[in-house]
Structure formats: structure tokens, C-alpha cells
């Protein structure tokens, strides 16, 4: 059986992957919101080490027109990666044609395969904005730019929404660097 | 007091499925939450800390596992529904406090989220380990109820169920889902809260006099009694009669145990929840239930697409184990299959309720990834080339 069957239910899997303290689980958060705000189900799983930082980390999105038949990736159709310690966790799971994601910093051998691989100073451009700590967001913005996936206008509502205002700004200044970043 | 609770969460929303249960246990009428915290049924416990106040509840966390389980069947007995959450580690903790309750005869809801085990195994892993513990775990002859949601909607419904069955039979209820489930975050549509039903326990109303606490009504269940109504009572973990002393005399024993144990077996019918897909032609018939059953839903459609006639039995109910339904299923189903993410626990019961012409096969993994839709597959397209 082939590994990269879709779902039955006709929809994409996105993967945001990294290690630990990366801020996955919230950049997954955000993108769930945003795809929600279009009216997709949204299955969001993660995965990660009973140690808070370091180690794998990856927060998955199952979207779909209705709820999925099963919740967890299978196939991906978009993949970030932040970490070399993500690299293998998505072995023979990426779709042909699929979007990768690395940064170039980070992930100096990307995967190959039958899929395009945009590796990007995401980490870098983070910097240039005053906190590492919004390298996943400026992915985020990264990853629209170069999927269809949501419009830049919808991630920002959700980020704005679901960020603590004193950092709203921060991350709304990130996923727009992100998405110039690509677009360019 | 429901409907004003509820009118503050909207009904389309992203929920994780610990979350799901924590807002199922408030709509059940949950009103007491005792609990250590244990990954990964944390969010419960952390949800229920924000949700109890808001509607005049309490949340206490305990010293232990054990001390919480102590607490929520003192709280029922108070009159108050109560729940508490853990895991593996916690869950093997509450045993002799769970055969408290199944012998007192005390109302409540045991919520598992299963994890890697044994012992403290792989803590953020999924795992389907505990099918047997939930119905073997606490020692001696004893009924159980446990129910298996296998999706964020359902952890939210069947909590709702899991407080109606401890009400209504006077038994804890075990609600027993793996990791994958808890931490998946999904869009749901919650009910109206108007169309939820809620069942509440038999309280006693007769004459205190003559009153007898284990005095069972036709239904196999005696009414409660509420401290302060008036009615003399005890209770207590030994073997005990009608009037709630203790007995050690065999013909006694055999009568008050008997009950304890038909009052579940009578109800059957109203407690045995489970879903069937594509079953009506099905050469091969997979049983499952939580995540696996979703993996084997997949699995089941795509063999279909490929000419297969596979069919799906999804337990939602795991004990009293839905006995009859499969039974009837395998009259004309040529192969059982049963994935689960363990050793091979559920399988035995399965092969036992089988008749020999019926070969019965796993799917098993213990490696704490859950079993992928293709693993199934493959195991469905082997035995349809047999």
C-alpha cells in the first residue's frame, strides 16, 4: 500500500516540526484558528518529549471539508522544519508535490525527493527582529507564502487573537516578515 | 443553572479532547473534582480548576491518587457527583478505592487517559494498555462499566454518559481513551445543551423506620440515601446486607453478590453502546475502539475501494463488552481482526465470544505510536488473500 494515500475525506496534512521550546504547539495553534475561521475541521496533534525543551517536537494539522475519518498525519502536503532532531520523524509521510519549509540555518541537509524544498533564513530574519523566539511564527508566514493554504489577512486575525497583547505585535510583525520573506 | 453555564461556550469550537471531557463533566452536573496531576490527563484537572468555581463547585487536588479517589467517593456519598482523571501509573493507585466504590455502591466517574506503560513508561505516549485493569484492576468478583469515546465530540458525550451510568447503576464509571485522543485539539459541534440528557441518581423518599440502604427496587438498585433526610445508614467495603452490616454467611454472601454483580448484567441492553460500519457484508470484521477504531475506519474504506468486504465494530462501550452484536456478526464474518495498541488484551475477550471456526487475528503495537490506517490494511488484504 502506498504510504502517501490521502485521507478519505479529502483534505491536507500540514506538519510543524522542530524540537522542543520551538513554539510549535502554539504556531499550530494559530494556523488551526485561522483554517477554523474558514470553516475546515481542524485535527491538531502533537507530539513531543516529557522534557519541556529539546528533544523532537511536531504539532500536525489534519484539515479537512468534515471531520476526518482519522485524525492523525499520514501523508503530508506541507512540512516545516526547524531542527535537524525533526528531520527523520517524517521519512516516506511527504506527499509528491509537497510543500518543505527548513531553515536554512538549522537544517543545513534538507530531505530529498519528489516534493520542493524552500529553505529559508527564517531563523535569521527572526533575529533581525529582535527575538529567536518567533522564528515558528515567522515560518508560519513563510508557509502561506508559498502554499495555498490561508490568506495572510486570516493569520493575522487569529494570531492577533489568540496572542497575549503585550506580544501581538511581535507576532504579527514576525508572520508578515515571514511572508515577505517567501513571496519575494 | 446548565443552560447559563453553557451559554457561555459556543458550540463550533477548536477543543482538545482532555478539555472536551472537562466540559462534559460540568454538563453532566460534575460538581466535584479531586485529582493529582499526571500526564496526559493534566488539562483535566486544569480545566476542571477554572470551570468548578464558575458554577459553585469544587476542585481540590489531593496528595495522591489514592487520597483523590477517597475524596471523590466521599463527595458522592455527600450527594455530590464527582469525578477524578489520571493515568496508567495513577489509575493502578485508585484500584482498592475503585472496588470501595463498586461494593459501597458509591456513583462516580474515573476518567483514564492511557498512556506507555508498565509502570511509569512513556509518559507522552498513546497507549492502549489498560483494557483489562479497567475491568480486572481492583481484586474479587466485581460488575464494571467502561466506555471508550475515539473522538474529541465523543469524550465530550460519553462523559456525559459515564455520569448517567454511575447514577443511575450506583457503580464508578471508567472512561478510558489513549493519549492521541486527549491531546488531539478538533473543531466539534457541542450540543444544545438543552438536548442533553441528564440522569440522576434514585434518591430514598419511603418511611425511615423501616428503611434498609442495599435494599435493591425491582431495577436491582436501592435508592441512596442523603445525609440529612433522616435515614440511618452504613456503609462500608466488607460483604454486607440490605441493612448495610456485614455478612460472611454463604447463603448471604451469595445473595447480596449475586446482586451486585446482575445489576449490570440486567441492564445490558441500556449500558452496550457501539457503532457499525460496513457491517452488514462483511467477510472480515474488525473490532476496536479509540484511536485504533479510527485508524480502522480508514483501513476499512480503503480495502472496500479495493473490492474487500471489511466491516468495522466500533466498541464504545468496552465492558460489559458488547457481546451479542459481535456474536452476530461473526455468523457470517469469515476472519476477526482485532488492532489495539497493546500486546493483545482486547483479542482474548474477542476470541473467547468467537466460535472456533472463527480465526481471530491482531494487529499489536506497543512502541507508543499509534497503529496507522495502512498497518491495518495490510493486515485486512493478507487474510482476504487467504
Not at chain 2, 490527563?41 to 489514592?66: C, H, N, T, W
Request: charged residues 20%.
Amino acid at each position: 500500500m502506498n504510504k502517501k494515500q490521502k485521507s478519505n475525506t479529502g483534505g491536507y496534512e500540514i506538519r510543524l516540526s522542530g524540537t522542543g521550546g520551538q513554539g510549535l504547539g502554539l504556531s499550530g495553534k494559530m494556523l488551526a484558528a485561522a483554517l477554523s475561521d474558514e470553516g475546515l475541521h481542524v485535527a491538531q496533534s502533537q507530539s513531543y518529549e516529557p522534557t519541556s525543551r529539546g528533544g523532537m517536537s511536531r504539532s500536525d494539522l489534519v484539515v479537512t471539508p468534515q471531520t476526518a475519518d482519522y485524525p492523525l498525519a499520514t501523508g503530508l502536503d506541507y512540512l516545516v522544519i526547524l531542527d535537524t532532531r525533526a528531520m527523520s520523524i517524517s521519512d516516506g509521510m511527504i506527499n509528491t508535490d509537497a510543500v518543505v519549509l527548513v531553515d536554512e540555518e538549522l537544517v543545513p541537509e534538507p530531505p530529498k525527493g519528489d516534493f520542493k524544498v524552500h529553505a529559508l533564513p527564517l531563523s535569521k530574519k527572526a533575529i533581525s527582529l529582535g527575538n529567536l523566539r518567533v522564528t515558528n511564527v515567522v515560518s508560519l508566514g513563510a508557509l502561506i507564502a508559498l502554499g495555498d493554504i490561508c490568506s495572510l489577512r486570516t493569520l493575522e486575525a487569529a494570531i492577533e487573537r489568540i496572542t497575549p497583547k503585550k506580544y501581538a505585535q511581535m507576532n504579527l510583525d514576525a508572520v508578515r516578515a515571514g511572508f515577505e520573506l517567501a513571496a519575494h | 443553572m446548565m443552560s447559563q453555564i453553557q451559554s457561555n461556550i459556543p458550540q463550533r469550537q477548536s477543543l482538545q479532547g482532555n478539555q472536551a471531557c472537562a466540559l462534559g463533566a460540568i454538563a453532566a452536573g460534575c460538581r466535584l473534582f479531586a485529582g493529582y496531576p499526571i500526564t496526559p490527563s493534566s488539562e483535566i484537572a486544569e480545566r476542571m480548576s477554572k470551570e468548578l468555581p464558575r458554577v459553585d463547585g469544587v476542585f481540590v487536588q489531593m496528595e495522591d491518587e489514592i487520597a483523590s479517589m477517597a475524596a471523590v467517593l466521599g463527595a458522592s456519598m455527600g450527594g455530590v457527583k464527582s469525578m477524578t482523571a489520571t493515568s496508567g501509573p495513577g489509575f493502578s493507585l485508585k484500584q482498592e478505592h475503585i472496588g470501595y466504590g463498586i461494593q459501597a455502591e458509591v456513583p462516580c466517574v474515573v476518567i483514564n487517559v492511557m498512556r506507555g506503560g508498565p509502570s511509569t513508561g512513556m509518559p507522552t505516549r498513546p497507549a492502549q494498555g489498560d483494557v483489562m485493569q479497567s475491568r480486572w484492576g481492583t481484586h474479587g468478583d466485581h460488575p464494571a462499566i467502561v466506555l471508550t469515546p475515539s473522538s474529541v465530540q465523543e469524550i465530550y458525550t460519553q462523559t456525559i454518559t459515564a455520569f448517567n451510568f454511575s447514577e443511575i447503576y450506583r457503580i464508578p464509571v471508567v472512561v478510558l481513551y489513549d493519549e492521541a485522543i486527549g491531546h488531539l485539539v478538533d473543531t466539534v459541534d457541542l450540543p444544545n445543551p438543552e438536548s442533553i440528557k441528564i440522569n440522576n441518581r434514585k434518591w430514598a423518599d419511603g418511611p425511615a423506620e423501616d428503611y434498609e440502604p442495599y435494599a435493591p427496587d425491582a431495577d436491582g438498585i436501592p435508592p441512596m440515601p442523603l445525609p440529612g433526610d433522616g435515614y440511618r445508614t452504613h456503609t462500608t467495603g466488607l460483604t454486607h446486607l440490605e441493612s448495610g452490616f456485614p455478612t460472611q454467611v454463604p447463603e448471604e454472601v451469595t445473595r447480596v453478590t449475586s446482586r451486585l454483580l446482575n445489576k449490570i448484567e440486567l441492564h445490558r441492553d441500556a449500558i452496550e453502546q457501539y457503532e457499525l460500519s460496513c457491517c452488514d457484508d462483511a467477510d472480515i470484521l474488525v473490532v476496536a475502539f479509540g484511536i485504533t477504531a479510527r485508524a480502522s475506519e480508514r483501513a476499512v474504506n480503503n480495502a472496500r475501494a479495493g473490492g474487500i468486504k471489511a466491516g468495522l465494530l466500533r466498541l464504545v462501550t468496552l465492558w460489559p463488552f458488547p457481546e451479542r452484536i459481535l456474536q452476530q456478526l461473526v455468523e457470517r464474518a469469515s476472519h476477526v481482526l482485532v488492532p489495539e495498541m497493546n500486546a493483545g488484551q482486547l483479542i482474548l475477550e474477542v476470541e473467547r465470544l468467537c466460535p472456533d471456526s472463527t480465526p481471530v487475528s491482531g494487529v499489536n503495537k506497543f512502541d507508543g505510536d499509534p497503529i496507522h490506517p495502512d498497518e491495518i490494511l495490510a493486515k485486512i488484504e493478507e487474510l482476504a488473500d487467504e
